[in-house]
């Protein structure tokens, strides 16, 4: 069983930064796809980002250029950092983790762009 834990969501003006953390209770070394969704109001839940376990990550071209992912293995933590925030962001973000062929998800945490 894979646990997820996230935090550092809010409320944030439009051009701010928050960053995101994703703490798994078991060891993420060998996990090689992991990274965050978010699902925004009325809309289907769409990748933001991943990145296995060399490192290599992938993003929504939406944030390319805004958004950071990194992890942490020995935190077994997952990142994402997000700055030049746009109210289109606003959205609820869900960690995830690929673990022997399941998905596993956190309980997600509100991110909100508005002034």
């Known amino acids: 069983q894979v646990q997820l834990v996230e935090s550092g969501g809010g409320l944030v003006q439009p051009g701010g930064s928050l960053r995101l953390s994703c703490t798994c209770s078991?060891?993420?070394?060998?996990?090689?796809?992991m990274g965050w969704y978010r699902q925004g109001p009325g809309n289907q839940r769409e990748l933001v980002a991943s990145?296995?376990?060399?490192?290599?990550?992938n993003y929504a071209d939406s944030v390319k250029g805004r958004f950071t992912i990194s992890r942490d293995n020995a935190k077994r933590t997952v990142d994402l950092q997000m700055n030049s925030l746009k109210p289109e962001d606003t959205a609820i973000y869900y960690c995830?983790?690929?673990?022997?062929?399941?998905?596993?998800w956190g309980q997600g945490t509100q991110v909100t762009v508005s002034s």
């Open positions: 995830y983790v690929i673990f022997i062929g399941r998905s596993y």
């Open positions: 078991r060891s993420i070394l060998n996990i090689n796809d």
């Open positions: 990145i296995s376990s060399g490192g290599s990550t």
